[in-house]
């Protein structure tokens, strides 16, 4: 589809038809696209959610990363979201450049991720995305973007896991279970009847 805008003609038939269903947009933010623009459509759209994903080090360049979240610090809409997950979250600022890797495998994936300290690597993606989840913990969820062939496999989706629990663990207790699960509960329970 190549990159579609916020409010761009391909996207009018799509809200409609989303309020109409219920539905979610998931939306992978990029540059060129302005968090006013977000806000105009989701305003229009008060029973859609609304869930983005995606890191801040993808739009260093323009700012768009901040800007996106700016959706959940100066408006008032009710129907977004933020998710993170492990792909995101290990492209931390801190490791930039050494995790933007394409593994082969997940014994390839496991092997880097040791080497680099999956501990270390938790707590480096903490100091760059917990205070976002602080600051919005009703808002904010974990989510999977486990795409590869390689994810599957029981050595990827162990570290995967592993990663993800060490992160959520460095997270304030009080709002760990809402983040790693009650936040999309609340969010999607609808959709699962």
């Known amino acids: 589809f190549g990159q ?7 996207m009018g038939e799509v809200y409609p038809l989303m309020a109409e269903t219920g539905g979610v947009v998931m939306i992978h933010p990029r540059g060129g696209q302005t968090v006013e623009q977000f806000a105009s459509v989701i305003s229009q759209y008060p029973e859609i959610i609304f869930l983005f994903h995606g890191t801040n080090s993808q739009y260093d360049d323009a700012g768009e990363g901040e800007a996106i979240l700016g959706l ?4 008032d809409l009710p129907n977004v979201y933020y998710t993170l997950d492990t792909a995101s979250i290990m492209h931390s600022r801190d490791y930039e450049g050494t995790l933007q890797m394409d593994p082969g495998s997940a014994e390839e994936f496991v092997a ?6 999956v501990q270390e690597l938790a707590e480096a993606s903490f100091q760059e995305y917990g205070q976002i989840i602080i600051d919005y913990p009703d808002r904010t969820m974990w989510a999977t973007d486990v795409l590869n062939s390689w994810h ?42």
């Not at 880097?112 to 300290?117: A, F, P, R």
């Open 4 to 10: 579609l805008q916020p409010e761009g003609p391909e």
């Open 72 to 75: 959940l610090n100066d408006y």
């Open 112 to 117: 880097i991720m040791n080497d680099l300290g």
């Open 152 to 193: 599957f496999e029981d050595a990827g989706i162990d570290m995967l896991v592993d990663f993800s629990r060490r992160f959520i663990a460095i997270l304030p207790k009080e709002i760990q279970e809402k983040f790693a699960f009650a936040n999309a509960w609340e969010t999607f329970s609808g959709y699962l009847d």
